[in-house]
């Protein structure tokens, strides 16, 4: 059974950094897209950044310049660097993986099989 635990996160003053990492357990796949939702309570599940097994990177607007995904295979990890985090970027961070296919234009919640615990990331100004 593929298990996700996340660690990271907390709460940070507008402006500053955190980083969120992920480690997958139980099985790995060759064909794959993981990455990072965010879901503020009320509202759908918001997809930031993902990477496929051919390295792909996919990044919402609103992330793109301020966040960055990346991954350590040998540890079956993946990263979140959040830097310049802004009070609109507070919400539960969730890490997830799609196995069996590369990532789409667009990830969507619904597309992914396995999902971390969450982890919440607070910015004040």
């Known amino acids: 059974q593929v298990q996700l635990v996340q660690s990271g996160g907390g709460s940070v003053q507008s402006g500053g950094s955190l980083r969120l990492s992920c480690v997958t357990s139980?099985?790995?796949?060759?064909?794959?897209?993981m990455g990072w939702f965010r879901q503020v309570s009320g509202k759908e599940r918001e997809g930031t950044l993902f990477v496929d097994s051919r390295g792909r990177t996919i990044s919402a607007d609103s992330v793109s310049d301020r966040f960055t995904i990346s991954q350590d295979k040998d540890k079956n990890a993946m990263f979140l660097q959040m830097d310049r985090l802004k009070p609109e970027d507070t919400a539960m961070y969730y890490c997830?993986?799609?196995?069996?296919?590369?990532?789409?234009?667009?990830?969507?919640?619904?597309?992914?099989?396995?999902w971390g615990q969450g982890t919440q990331v607070t910015v004040s100004s």
């Open positions: 139980g099985a790995t796949y060759k064909t794959y897209c």
């Open positions: 997830a993986v799609a196995v069996g296919y590369i990532c789409s234009d667009a990830p969507r919640a619904w597309s992914f099989d396995y």
